[in-house]
């Protein structure tokens, strides 16, 4: 597998982790490098007196390195992708070191037991254990239950209050009642719906979106809904119940949908951002089965300065499983099996007209009237500046807004050279996010590849 430098720079947990990973890209830093059919490995000295032993599983990519660094990937495995990347040639096809032949055997060995331990639960449970297991889950449930109850009676009344109160004082009184009602809800274990209400309170206070107001009542409004859905809850589908306790915070065991049969496909990794929540940094990265055409979230959380445990690239593709989380209108997956990573050759957009793109959004909403946003991939498109705002001008000559605060429009309008493009972003119902672009030259992911 060989990934483009912009595509192994966006596996960094962080910029400074990139540009130490970028001076460590050169044979002089190296000794001992070698590859073989699913690995690499080389040997870095640092300011110890043994060199650091740095290597990559390349089937996923899996980092791993002696070093003492808490981020993942460190900047000596980041150095050795780089190189291997440029430079192939510098390491010698060999067998590998025994170190090497340990680390990844004992990635299989781990993989192998995680399948046989599950297996083995499900075999040792006797009627009587599960019979005990499922009492106490429900005592667990109907506590969490109550509490979630009271936590969303008294963010009905706060919002109930606001709106009689109107938003013209709003500023005036600051964050703190944000705060207060955000950290009201992580006590009730509905912490979704903090980060919700944090990111909500701090429409207000952006002075560079002038139709803040709307947008506020808009996801207020939306908030409000997924309240009163769950005070009726049982009258719901079986689907439809799981997005809404999805969405306030209930979580569905990973092993019991890793169990399952899921889609196999050739996934391209098509978009990709990453969301800073306080210490939690979530990204969300957008995938696309070649052959199904079907849409697929993959989310992945990191405290601190930590990065994600999987490390994936925009612009690269995989032979895989996907196994999707239930739902209404199914879209966030995990990722069951992962082989065979390589760079897209020939990029496969699905429903690349808007109209198209707009039947697919009418059918999910309809499903799951609490969908946020779908991703969406729309060819053809000029970007064209509207005083502050930017639009995205369809073949049709039809406009879409981008949001206010949209940071790459000049990017995007140097890219393509003001020529038609194929973007991959985000439709919320009202505005158009774009992620990713694609020309007649280059596909390029807008967070990892055009920094302002």
């Not at 709106?163 to 950290?183: C, H, K, Q, Y």
């Not at 997924?226 to 809404?244: C, F, G, M, N, R």
């Not at 969406?376 to 995205?392: F, I, V, Y």
């Amino acid at each position: 597998m060989t990934l483009s430098t912009d595509q192994i720079l966006a596996l960094a947990p962080d910029a400074s982790s990139a540009k130490a990973g970028s001076a460590l890209a050169t044979a002089s830093k190296w000794s001992n490098l070698g590859n073989s059919d699913i690995a690499v490995w080389g040997e870095c000295q640092g300011s110890g007196s043994t060199p650091y032993r740095a290597q990559i599983d390349l089937r996923e990519p899996a980092f791993k390195c002696s070093c003492p660094s808490r981020k993942f990937p460190c900047k000596h495995g980041l150095g050795l992708f780089l190189l291997y990347s440029g430079k192939s040639e510098l390491f010698a096809v060999t067998a590998a070191p025994q170190w090497n032949l340990d680390w990844l055997q004992s990635r299989e060995a781990r993989a192998t037991k995680k399948q046989e331990t599950a297996e083995e639960k499900l075999q040792n449970l006797t009627p009587e254990k599960l019979a005990q297991q499922a009492e106490q889950a429900q005592k667990r449930e109907e506590k969490r239950e109550a509490k979630v109850a009271r936590g969303l009676q008294e963010l009905q009344t706060w919002l109930e209050d606001l709106a009689r109160e109107g938003f013209s004082n709003l500023r005036n009184v600051g964050t703190a009642p944000w705060d207060a009602i955000a950290a009201r809800m992580v006590d009730a274990q509905m912490a979704p719906l903090a980060g919700r209400l944090s990111r909500a309170g701090r429409l207000a206070f952006q002075t560079s979106i002038s139709d803040w107001e709307e947008q506020l009542a808009r996801e207020l409004a939306a908030i409000y809904l997924l309240i009163k859905a769950y005070q009726k809850i049982e009258s719901l589908t079986p689907d439809l119940q799981e997005d809404v306790r999805s969405m306030l915070g209930w979580n569905q065991s990973q092993d019991s949908l890793l169990a399952q049969t899921g889609q196999v496909d050739c996934w391209q990794v098509l978009a990709q951002k990453t969301r800073d929540d306080e210490r939690v940094r979530t990204r969300i990265t957008y995938l696309c089965g070649k052959r199904s055409g079907l849409w697929a979230v993959f989310l992945q959380f990191a405290v601190g300065t930590q990065g994600f445990d999987r490390p994936i690239a925009v612009g690269s593709e995989f032979e895989g499983e996907l196994v999707f989380y239930p739902g209404a209108a199914p879209l966030r997956a995990l990722i069951k099996e992962q082989r065979n990573v390589s760079v897209i050759e020939k990029y496969h957009f699905p429903g690349t007209q808007f109209e198209g793109g707009m039947q697919s959004y009418a059918r999910a909403i309809a499903a799951n009237p609490f969908l946020e946003r779908l991703p969406l991939s729309l060819s053809g498109l000029r970007l064209q500046p509207d005083g502050e705002r930017w639009l995205a001008i369809l073949p049709g000559q039809q406009a879409l807004h981008l949001p206010e605060n949209f940071a790459y429009g000049w990017q995007l309008l140097a890219i393509s050279g003001g020529q038609p493009m194929t973007l991959v972003g985000e439709w919320d119902g009202y505005f158009f996010t774009p992620l990713s672009v694609q020309t007649d030259r280059q596909f390029l992911s807008l967070e990892s590849d055009c920094h302002l």
